[in-house]
């Protein structure tokens, strides 16, 4: 997929885009993706997306479910071939709706616009896709997926509900980033985990033990602070069933398939061990939510 960052790094031709922020590409952004796809065939299927988080631009807090990486990476495995990535800053949000299609959509030749009934733009959300039609541009109106926001499913995951997340993100929720040398702990108790640096943008569900896979292996992850040792720093932690090899500095993308249990504290390290056995068991046998 060719990623443009500015308008004139596409090459001008009839288009559909499809315009949003897109964190998490769940299924509601899917059903946009696909809409664009099958609109009008003789329309070049666009994103038009923003970075950084318009919202963190505005001074709100919130936590990313995707990176812009790997955002992009779904976006072209759901069929999209060029994507224009627009960097929000606080002058592109007082940007008034008329401005916005002169100066980003008209330049690569947009014809048809696909979002969700609820798309706004420009200064203070004035404009919607109303505007966008008063202002001679077709569009495409795409109903809202009942209950799927990337708002619900943050408060899915901070729960640790990861496969009500999955419902929502049609795909397994993932933990993203590079592996960094740990304490090693894991590898004197027999089970050698794969310690992720995470984006600290980028939302860490619930703290506990899970189920999922990396790297093409099952894998048991921890989240948390390993209370049994004292830790108070948060890690994320992912054991490779039947993995060998040397990941460290490699990006890696954890699956996170079911949650087992809280974090706690063991009487010595014999029974930590023992439990870890069984998490390991029931990650063998664990299958993804979706």
Do not use: C
């Amino acid at each position: 997929m060719k990623v443009a960052r500015t308008p004139d790094e596409l090459a001008v031709r009839p288009r559909s885009v499809a315009l949003g922020t897109f964190d998490g590409v769940h299924v509601g952004h899917q059903r946009v993706i696909e809409t664009v796809r099958s609109a009008a065939p003789e329309l070049a299927p666009t994103v038009v997306t923003f970075w950084p988080h318009p919202r963190i631009v505005l001074g709100n807090a919130v936590g990313l479910l995707t990176t812009l990486e790997r955002r992009l990476e779904l976006l072209a495995a759901a069929g999209i071939e060029e994507t224009l990535v627009v960097e929000f800053t606080p002058e592109l949000a007082q940007m008034k709706p008329e401005a916005f299609v002169d100066e980003l959509l008209r330049p690569i030749g947009t014809e048809l616009v696909v979002a969700g009934t609820a798309f706004r733009f420009g200064h203070a959300r004035s404009g919607d896709l109303d505007t966008l039609e008063e202002l001679g541009l077709g569009v495409r109106r795409v109903e809202l997926v009942p209950g799927v926001s990337s708002t619900a499913i943050r408060a899915q995951l901070a729960e640790g509900n990861v496969e009500g997340a999955a419902r929502m993100l049609g795909r397994p929720a993932e933990v993203e980033g590079t592996v960094v040398a740990g304490d090693a702990r894991g590898g004197t108790l027999g089970y050698p985990t794969a310690n992720l640096r995470v984006d600290p943008n980028l939302l860490v569900p619930a703290y506990g033990i899970y189920a999922g896979s990396a790297a093409g292996h099952r894998a048991a992850i921890s989240i948390g602070t390993n209370p049994h040792y004292g830790g108070s720093e948060r890690r994320v932690e992912a054991f490779l069933l039947d993995f060998e090899g040397d990941l460290y500095e490699q990006r890696l993308i954890v699956q996170l398939w079911q949650r087992l249990r809280d974090e706690r504290v063991f009487a010595d390290e014999q029974e930590l061990v023992e439990q870890i056995t069984r998490d390991v068991e029931v990650t063998r046998a664990a299958e993804p939510p979706v």
